[in-house]
């Protein structure tokens, strides 16, 4: 009887240590949140005033952005007047030719995009920007474009978001 009651007792424990240390936390290290001053993010929509417009963009980048603050942090999104405030527009979007190949043509192609944001910290204003974030991505030449783009976008959205959560509620 005692080594029944042993082992049900050790599978007890087992199965609890084994739930209790099972599932997906995300920890912000390093974070300069102190969420018992920070509670709200006010993030304002990027209007796309980039010379050269790809439609899909603006809502990429906008949906991402708020996306990053929703899941990575327990700031609330509001609409306006947040403990944080960020906004800003998409200011760059362009191609640039690079290397030229033995025939006279390019041979690699750059995308190019930069946002501009407005971050101000209404609980610490020595913390507010305002500057440019950017990212870049080269493809072949001899590729179209068309075929490449959404794809160079996105990587590049994703890399500018996270430039953009590091600089204002992360400190890595």
């Known amino acids: 009887m005692k080594i029944k009651y042993l082992s049900l007792l050790f599978a007890t424990i087992t199965s609890y ?30 209007q796309n005033r980039a010379a ?45 030719q690079l290397a030229v190949g033995s025939d006279g043509f390019s041979a690699q192609t750059r995308l190019i995009m930069s946002v501009n944001v407005r971050f101000s910290n209404t609980k610490n204003s020595q913390e507010d920007f305002d500057r440019n974030f950017s990212a870049q991505k080269e493809f072949p030449a001899s590729t179209s474009f068309e075929s490449v783009q959404a794809q160079l976008v996105t990587e590049m959205v994703d890399e500018i978001v996270d430039q953009i959560f590091n600089a204002t509620v992360a400190s890595w």
Not at 84 to 96: C, P, T
């Open 17 to 46: 240590l084994i739930i209790s240390s099972c599932g997906i936390s995300y920890k912000l290290n390093n974070a300069k949140l102190d969420y018992s001053i920070y509670k709200t993010i006010a993030i304002g929509d990027f």
């Open 52 to 96: 050269l417009v790809y439609p899909p963009l603006y809502q990429e980048f906008n949906d991402k952005l708020k996306n990053a603050y929703a899941n990575q942090t327990r700031l609330q999104i509001v609409p306006q007047n947040g403990d944080y405030n960020i906004e800003g527009a998409i200011v760059g979007y362009s191609l640039q």
